[in-house]
């Protein structure tokens, strides 16, 4: 963010403490909140969450796309590729570097901006570098434009965690994340599909990887023309004291809704609003956000870890236990197609029963065990059962924690905090690809597994101890 844009946003800040607009809001934000499940609530996630599809597709492609690469002599097969360090372990690190940048040094601007508007801007980003990404014909090209789609895939993640909490009522988001994960994981069993029949073979003379590539931003251009038909943030409009604009959004969802009941609304609960502050990011290194960071900033260090330790070297963990190349990817994608079905099953079971904290931590020593489970067995009967109760906690894992870091901070600066404490994610992804290779090198699947163990125990510890309460409570009573 630009000086004068944060001098904007502070006095902005100043000027709203205090005044009858402030008021307004808090009404505004209650009849928000009170909004029932609807099908027009339901439309909205549907249509906001398409777009996981794509990013989930495209992030998922660190998996599967390798092999490929490998096969059209791009990539080198050994430990050591064409920089010196394994090819893969750079492919991964590309994505990741890419994605802490877009979210440490770009997230803010959704914050400026608007939600809607950074969303559209950064699918189109990483739409168009990985159709470039597609024809290259080197390693050095295909980790310079994986870079940067990651760089688009970072802003897109944040500002979309920050739009989804915004824009459900305070009684389902837990529900809504679970869902949004649903519509987001078909893309993996599609792309593990896809990879299974085409990276092996050339159809046309084109290498079956390119076809792969080039699904996930082909079909993101279609996202993109649907997300112009949702509405801006109302909490995001109220922030930048656009007080009319939102009232003239939270009232067209309540005559959408209440024509989908055919009853009347009911009474919004009390207003409440958020104090008043700044929009630096200063501001999260403040009570009661300094210990929500440091939890966050620990938590996500470790748990992406797990999360794409697993799922992004499937393939290759499957290979590596003695698995042939076209059967790891059979076995890839029976276990990886449960995910949207697991996210499914948490949505209507666990979403909006238990604190969200306790089921991150649930989930993280659910993975600690079952991991070097995972690393013991190599009959397809025990190893495919273990691998789909790990996507499950994963998934759960994931679901949780996107919603509960999206509840902990203030609309002003939501977008920047998110982005920042969910950089160190993409950091740890990064430098835990050179030692994911490094482990699988050394101590074969096993050493991964324990490193993946031991990753879950900080996050634990993290939750456990900083972890507020969130559950059925709106943002801002979170807030303050």
């Known amino acids: ?227 112009t038909r949702v509405p801006e943030s109302p909490r995001w409009l109220l922030r930048h004291g656009q007080v009319d604009e939102a009232e003239r959004v939270v009232a067209e969802l309540e005559a959408r809704v209440e024509a989908d009941l055919g009853r009347p609304l009911p009474e919004p609960g009390p207003a409440v609003t958020e104090e008043p502050g700044g929009a ?20 996500n260090f470790f748990q992406s870890i797990a999360v794409f330790g697993f799922m992004n070297w499937l393939p290759t963990l499957l290979e590596a236990g003695g698995h042939s190349f076209t059967k790891s990817l059979l076995y890839s994608f029976c276990i990886a197609g449960t995910a949207p079905f697991m996210a499914l099953l948490w949505s209507v079971t666990v979403a909006e029963r238990f604190e969200r904290k306790w089921l991150i931590v649930a989930a993280a020593g659910a993975i600690a065990i079952l991991g070097p489970l995972f690393a013991a067995v190599s009959q397809p009967a025990l190893l495919i059962p273990l691998g789909v109760l790990i996507t499950g906690c994963n998934t759960l894992l994931s679901i949780a924690f996107h919603a509960y870091q999206a509840e902990l901070y203030p609309t002003r600066v939501r977008a920047k905090a998110v982005g920042f404490v969910y950089s160190f994610s993409r950091l740890s992804t990064a430098l835990a690809s050179f030692m994911i290779a490094f482990l699988l090198q050394r101590w074969g699947s096993p050493g991964v597994f324990a490193f993946i163990s031991a990753s879950m125990l900080m996050v634990i510890g993290s939750i456990a101890w900083l972890g507020p309460r969130t559950l059925g409570r709106s943002l801002e009573e979170i807030s303050r």
């Open 1 to 227: 963010m630009q000086p004068t844009a944060v001098a904007a946003d502070d006095a902005l800040a100043e000027s709203w403490s205090g005044s009858g607009s402030d008021e307004r809001a808090g009404a505004i934000t209650a009849r928000f909140d009170r909004l029932p499940a609807s099908r027009t609530i339901w439309s909205l996630l549907l249509v906001v969450s398409l777009a996981g599809i794509f990013e989930a597709y495209d992030i998922y492609q660190t998996a599967y796309v390798p092999p490929g690469l490998v096969r059209d002599g791009i990539f080198k097969a050994t430990t050591k590729g064409s920089t010196g360090l394994s090819d893969q372990a750079i492919f991964g690190a590309a994505t990741f570097v890419g994605l802490f940048l877009g979210a440490l040094a770009f997230s803010s601007v959704a914050d400026r901006f608007g939600r809607r508007f950074i969303f559209i801007q950064a699918l189109l980003w990483y739409s168009a570098a990985t159709f470039v990404m597609a024809f290259q014909t080197t390693a050095l090209g295909v980790f310079v434009f994986r870079f940067l789609a990651g760089i688009g895939l970072g802003v897109e993640l944040v500002t979309g965690d920050a739009y989804l909490a915004e824009l459900m009522p305070k009684h389902m988001r837990g529900r809504a994340f679970a869902m949004s994960h649903f519509i987001a994981y078909l893309a993996i069993p599609l792309l593990a599909l896809f990879a299974w029949l085409l990276i092996p073979v050339s159809p046309f003379g084109f290498s079956g990887w390119r076809y792969v590539v080039l699904f996930g931003c082909g079909g993101a251009l279609l996202v993109w023309w649907i997300r």
């Open 280 to 299: 630096r990011l200063r501001e999260i290194w403040k009570p009661p956000y300094a210990r929500r960071t440091v939890m966050l900033v620990v938590f």
